[in-house]
């Protein structure tokens, strides 16, 4: 499973805006790997951030 796509699964279970400190913890990904993803993700407006530092899917 792509770096991606596993933040995104991981966002989807907790049910509620996360940070990148949480998805590392939840999904034990290294946290440059998820940085990386989150910037990806934010470029494709697959994710936003309805709170400061907080982020989930776009399509919720």
């Known amino acids: 499973m792509e770096v991606k796509e ?3 699964q991981v966002m989807r ?3 509620k805006p996360v940070s990148a400190g ?3 913890k939840l999904s034990g990904l290294d946290r440059k790997e ?3 993803a989150f910037k990806d993700l934010k ?3 697959a994710i936003v951030s309805p ?3 907080k982020w989930e899917p776009a399509n919720q």
């Open 43 to 45: 470029k494709e407006e």
């Open 22 to 24: 949480e998805v590392e």
């Open 13 to 15: 279970e907790a049910g």
């Open 51 to 53: 709170v400061r530092c």
């Open 6 to 8: 596993k933040v995104l």
């Open 34 to 36: 998820i940085d990386k």
